[in-house]
C-alpha cells in the first residue's frame, strides 16, 4: 500500500463525509478513490469512519526534545543511544530508544545534526547557496592556490615532495586564464601567473585581457603589497573574499577537484591512493616524476580542459563558451606588463650568457658584464625568453642560444666587435697621447704640448706593429750606418782590381790654377782663419 499524504487524506475524507451528510450515495466513489490511492475499498470506509485530521506535525505518541536532550546528544556525538542511557532509561514513563531516535529524526535537519557533531564543516555541507555567474568574460577571475596530493622531485631536491598550484580561472567561461606550477609559492608567483593570463597568447589560445574583478582568498601572496600596487596600475579591482567562505569562489574550487579526480588521480605516486601496512604508497619501483615531466603534463591537461573537455555545467567547452561572449578586452602589450607581473630571481653572467632552469640565455647586451649579478625575471614554465635587470634599469631580453635566429646571432656578433673596436680606440688615442712630443722646458709652468701625432702617422706606426717591427726607426738607422761617412771604400772596383778599368794619366805638374780659383782658394782659406 502506497502511503497517502495525511493533508490529502484528510481533504478526500472531508468531501466523502459531506456527500454522506447531504444523503448521497458514496459507495461508488469509495471503490473508485480506493482505485485511485491503491487501497482496499474497506480502508477508504475506515477512513471515514476513523479519520480526524491531525495537527501538522503532530502525533499521538510524540516526544519534545529538550534543551538536555541536543546538548547530550552534541557531547556523545550524535550517539542517540548513549543519550537514551544518561537521561532516559530510569525514566517512569518508559521513553523507548526508538522513539528518542524518531524524535531527533522528525524534529533535526539533517544539516543541525552534522552541525552540532561535525561543527561548521558539517553544518556547510547542507547549505544551499545562491548560484552567481558573470555576466561577460573577464568580469570576474577567480584565484586560488592548492597544494596538489601528488610526489614529484624538484632539480637539486634530494627527496619528493608536493608541488603547488596557482590558478587564475575566469567566472563566466571556466577557462584556465593562467597556471604556475612552484614548490613554495609567493608574491612573485600570483604576478606571474596574472600575467601569463592577461597576455593574449596565440599559442595558448584567443583569450587573455584584464579582468574587472579578482576574487581571492585571504592568503599573504594573493594580499602581498606588490599584488595590490599591480592591481592598482593595472585597474583591477581586488576583491578577497571573506574567511571561511570558500563558497564564494567556488568556480576555481571545482576546478581544483576536478584537477584532482581527473588528472592526479592518475599519476603515480598519487598521495590520495591505496597504501600498504606500513604507510608506504603502492606505486611503480622508480623514482618518482621529476617537476619538469609534471608541468609538461599538467601544462598538456589545462589545454585538453579548455579547448576539448566538456564541461558539465556549461554544456560545451570553455573556450567555446568565451567565443560566445563578444565583450570587447582590454589588453596590455606584453612589454608594459614587463615591469611588474614576472617572477624573478638572481644570476650570474657567465662566458656562455645566463643560465635558467637548464637553459643557456644570451642577448648582445650581456658583452662585457661576465662575473656581473643581474636580476632576471621570467614566466615561469615559459623558457621562449627571459626579461634582464641591472639594478633597477631594464637591460635586455634574452633568448635560449638553442633558439637563437641568424639576426640574433649576427646580432651578437656584432656587439662583440664593435666593443672591441671602441676598446681599440680608446687604446689608440691614450697611446697618442703618450707619446706626444713636448715642448723644451726652459722655465718653471705648465707643460705645452707642440706635436700632434697624425692618424697617418698611427696607421704607419700600426702597420709596423703587424709587421713585428717594434724597434725604433730602422729608416734612420740605415742612414746613419752609411759607410762614406767613416771614409770607407765601398765602390764594387775597389775591392775587386781585376775588373776595375785603368786609371786616367795622372799629371804630375799640372797647370797653375786660374784666377777665380786662386781667388776662391784663398777667401776659403781666411774664412777658416777666421
Same mark, same amino acid.
Given at each position: 500500500?502506497?502511503?497517502?499524504?495525511?493533508?490529502?487524506?484528510?481533504?478526500?475524507?472531508?468531501?466523502?463525509?459531506?456527500?454522506?451528510?447531504?444523503?448521497?450515495?458514496?459507495?461508488?466513489?469509495?471503490?473508485?478513490?480506493?482505485?485511485?490511492?491503491?487501497?482496499?475499498?474497506?480502508?477508504?470506509?475506515?477512513?471515514?469512519?476513523?479519520?480526524?485530521?491531525?495537527?501538522?506535525?503532530?502525533?499521538?505518541?510524540?516526544?519534545?526534545?529538550?534543551?538536555?536532550? %541536543? &546538548?547530550?546528544?552534541?557531547?556523545?556525538? /550524535?550517539?542517540?543511544? #548513549? *543519550?537514551? @542511557?544518561?537521561? =532516559?532509561?530510569?525514566?517512569?514513563?518508559?521513553?523507548?530508544?526508538?522513539?528518542?531516535?524518531?524524535?531527533?529524526?522528525?524534529?533535526?535537519?539533517?544539516?543541525?545534526?552534522?552541525?552540532?557533531?561535525?561543527?561548521?564543516?558539517?553544518?556547510?555541507?547542507?547549505?544551499?547557496?545562491?548560484?552567481?555567474?558573470?555576466?561577460?568574460?573577464?568580469?570576474?577571475?577567480?584565484?586560488?592556490?592548492?597544494?596538489?596530493?601528488?610526489?614529484?622531485?624538484?632539480?637539486?631536491?634530494?627527496?619528493?615532495?608536493?608541488?603547488?598550484?596557482?590558478?587564475?580561472?575566469?567566472?563566466?567561461?571556466?577557462?584556465?586564464?593562467?597556471?604556475?606550477?612552484?614548490?613554495?609559492?609567493?608574491?612573485?608567483?600570483?604576478?606571474?601567473?596574472?600575467?601569463?593570463?592577461?597576455? %593574449? &597568447?596565440?599559442?595558448?589560445?584567443?583569450? /587573455?585581457?584584464?579582468? #574587472? *574583478?579578482? @576574487?581571492?582568498? =585571504?592568503?599573504?601572496?594573493?594580499?602581498?603589497?606588490?599584488?595590490?600596487?599591480?592591481?592598482?596600475?593595472?585597474?583591477?579591482?581586488?576583491?578577497?573574499?571573506?574567511?571561511?567562505?570558500?563558497?564564494?569562489?567556488?568556480?576555481?574550487?571545482?576546478?581544483?577537484?576536478?584537477?584532482?579526480?581527473?588528472?592526479?588521480?592518475?599519476?603515480?605516486?598519487?598521495?590520495?591512493?591505496?597504501?600498504?601496512?606500513?604507510?608506504?604508497?603502492?606505486?611503480?619501483?622508480?623514482?618518482?616524476?621529476?617537476?619538469?615531466?609534471?608541468?609538461?603534463?599538467?601544462?598538456?591537461?589545462?589545454?585538453?580542459?579548455?579547448?576539448?573537455?566538456?564541461?558539465?555545467?556549461?554544456?560545451?567547452?570553455?573556450?567555446?563558451?568565451?567565443?560566445?561572449?563578444?565583450?570587447?578586452?582590454?589588453?596590455?602589450?606584453?612589454?608594459?606588463?614587463?615591469?611588474?607581473?614576472?617572477?624573478? @630571481?638572481?644570476?650570474?653572467?657567465?662566458?656562455?650568457?645566463?643560465?635558467?632552469?637548464?637553459?643557456?640565455?644570451?642577448?648582445?647586451?650581456?658583452?662585457?658584464?661576465?662575473?656581473?649579478?643581474?636580476?632576471?625575471?621570467?614566466?615561469?614554465?615559459?623558457?621562449?625568453?627571459?626579461?634582464?635587470?641591472?639594478?633597477?634599469?631594464?637591460?635586455?631580453?634574452?633568448?635560449?642560444?638553442?633558439?637563437?635566429?641568424?639576426?640574433?646571432?649576427?646580432?651578437?656578433?656584432?656587439?662583440?666587435?664593435?666593443?672591441?673596436?671602441?676598446?681599440?680606440?680608446?687604446?689608440?688615442?691614450?697611446?697618442?697621447?703618450?707619446?706626444?712630443?713636448?715642448?723644451?722646458?726652459?722655465?718653471?709652468?705648465?707643460?705645452?704640448?707642440?706635436?700632434?701625432?697624425?692618424?697617418?702617422?698611427?696607421?704607419?706606426?700600426?702597420?709596423?706593429?703587424?709587421?713585428?717591427?717594434?724597434?725604433?726607426?730602422?729608416?734612420?738607422?740605415?742612414?746613419?750606418?752609411?759607410?762614406?761617412?767613416?771614409?770607407?771604400?765601398?765602390?764594387?772596383?775597389?775591392?775587386?782590381?781585376?775588373?776595375?778599368?785603368?786609371?786616367?794619366?795622372?799629371?804630375?805638374?799640372?797647370?797653375?790654377?786660374?784666377?777665380?780659383?786662386?781667388?776662391?782658394?784663398?777667401?776659403?782659406?781666411?774664412?777658416?782663419?777666421?
Amino acid at each position: 500500500m502506497s502511503r497517502v499524504d495525511p493533508q490529502v487524506k484528510a481533504l478526500l475524507v472531508a468531501r466523502l463525509r459531506e456527500r454522506r451528510r447531504a444523503g448521497e450515495p458514496i459507495g461508488d466513489e469509495v471503490r473508485r478513490v480506493a482505485g485511485q490511492f491503491g487501497v482496499g475499498a474497506r480502508t477508504v470506509w475506515r477512513w471515514v469512519a476513523e479519520f480526524t485530521e491531525p495537527e501538522r506535525g503532530a502525533r499521538s505518541d510524540r516526544y519534545e526534545l529538550t534543551d538536555a536532550d %541536543v &546538548d547530550a546528544f552534541t557531547r556523545w556525538q /550524535g550517539n542517540v543511544a #548513549a *543519550v537514551h @542511557r544518561e537521561l =532516559h532509561a530510569d525514566r517512569a514513563d518508559g521513553l523507548s530508544l526508538r522513539r528518542l531516535q524518531y524524535a531527533f529524526a522528525e524534529q533535526l535537519t539533517p544539516g543541525q545534526r552534522a552541525g552540532l557533531v561535525e561543527g561548521a564543516e558539517g553544518r556547510r555541507r547542507y547549505e544551499v547557496y545562491l548560484r552567481w555567474d558573470p555576466p561577460a568574460r573577464n568580469a570576474m577571475w577567480e584565484g586560488d592556490h592548492v597544494e596538489l596530493p601528488v610526489l614529484v622531485l624538484a632539480p637539486r631536491a634530494q627527496r619528493p615532495a608536493k608541488p603547488w598550484a596557482t590558478l587564475f580561472v575566469d567566472g563566466f567561461s571556466r577557462l584556465i586564464m593562467g597556471w604556475a606550477i612552484s614548490m613554495r609559492p609567493d608574491s612573485a608567483t600570483v604576478l606571474a601567473t596574472l600575467r601569463s593570463g592577461i597576455v %593574449v &597568447d596565440s599559442a595558448r589560445g584567443p583569450f /587573455g585581457g584584464l579582468p #574587472a *574583478v579578482l @576574487r581571492t582568498d =585571504h592568503g599573504l601572496e594573493f594580499t602581498a603589497a606588490a599584488v595590490r600596487r599591480s592591481c592598482a596600475a593595472l585597474g583591477i579591482e581586488p576583491v578577497p573574499a571573506p574567511p571561511y567562505t570558500p563558497h564564494l569562489k567556488g568556480k576555481v574550487e571545482r576546478v581544483n577537484r576536478t584537477l584532482v579526480q581527473e588528472f592526479l588521480a592518475g599519476l603515480p605516486f598519487y598521495t590520495g591512493g591505496p597504501r600498504a601496512v606500513g604507510g608506504e604508497l603502492f606505486g611503480p619501483d622508480v623514482d618518482p616524476m621529476s617537476l619538469t615531466l609534471f608541468v609538461d603534463r599538467f601544462a598538456a591537461w589545462v589545454g585538453d580542459y579548455n579547448t576539448t573537455r566538456i564541461h558539465s555545467s556549461l554544456g560545451t567547452t570553455p573556450l567555446a563558451r568565451w567565443g560566445e561572449d563578444a565583450t570587447s578586452l582590454r589588453e596590455v602589450p606584453s612589454e608594459q606588463l614587463r615591469w611588474m607581473l614576472l617572477a624573478d @630571481r638572481e644570476r650570474t653572467v657567465n662566458r656562455d650568457g645566463i643560465h635558467h632552469d637548464g637553459v643557456r640565455f644570451l642577448a648582445p647586451e650581456l658583452n662585457g658584464l661576465v662575473g656581473e649579478v643581474l636580476q632576471v625575471r621570467y614566466m615561469p614554465h615559459d623558457l621562449r625568453q627571459i626579461e634582464l635587470f641591472r639594478g633597477d634599469a631594464w637591460l635586455a631580453t634574452a633568448y635560449p642560444q638553442d633558439a637563437l635566429s641568424d639576426e640574433q646571432r649576427q646580432a651578437v656578433l656584432e656587439r662583440r666587435r664593435a666593443d672591441a673596436a671602441e676598446l681599440g680606440r680608446c687604446h689608440r688615442r691614450a697611446s697618442r697621447r703618450a707619446r706626444a712630443q713636448l715642448a723644451p722646458i726652459t722655465e718653471p709652468g705648465p707643460v705645452e704640448d707642440t706635436t700632434v701625432v697624425t692618424a697617418g702617422a698611427e696607421r704607419r706606426d700600426r702597420r709596423r706593429r703587424r709587421r713585428g717591427d717594434e724597434g725604433p726607426d730602422y729608416a734612420a738607422l740605415a742612414r746613419l750606418a752609411r759607410t762614406d761617412l767613416l771614409d770607407l771604400k765601398s765602390d764594387f772596383a775597389y775591392w775587386n782590381p781585376e775588373f776595375a778599368e785603368p786609371p786616367a794619366p795622372v799629371d804630375l805638374d799640372p797647370a797653375p790654377d786660374s784666377e777665380q780659383d786662386s781667388e776662391r782658394r784663398a777667401g776659403g782659406e781666411q774664412g777658416g782663419r777666421s
